[in-house]
C-alpha cells in the first residue's frame, strides 16, 4: 500500500462500515454480512489495541 491512511481515518472506515451494517434488519441479514460485521469490529478493536501498546 502506498498512501496508508492515518489511525483515525482507519478507525472511521471500519466505525462507518459496521455502523451501515447494523442498521439493516438482522432478519434480512445474510450470514456472510454477519461475518463481515464481526470481523470488522474484530479489526477496530484490534487496531484500537495496537495503537494503545505504541505499535503504530
Not at 5 to 18: A, N, R, V
Amino acid at each position: 500500500m502506498d498512501n496508508q491512511l492515518s489511525y483515525k481515518e482507519q478507525q472511521d472506515c471500519i466505525l462507518h462500515g459496521i455502523t451501515r451494517i447494523v442498521s439493516i434488519d438482522p432478519q434480512e441479514l445474510a450470514p456472510e454480512w454477519r461475518l463481515i460485521e464481526d470481523n470488522m469490529a474484530m479489526a477496530f478493536y484490534l487496531n484500537v489495541w495496537v495503537f494503545n501498546r505504541g505499535l503504530k
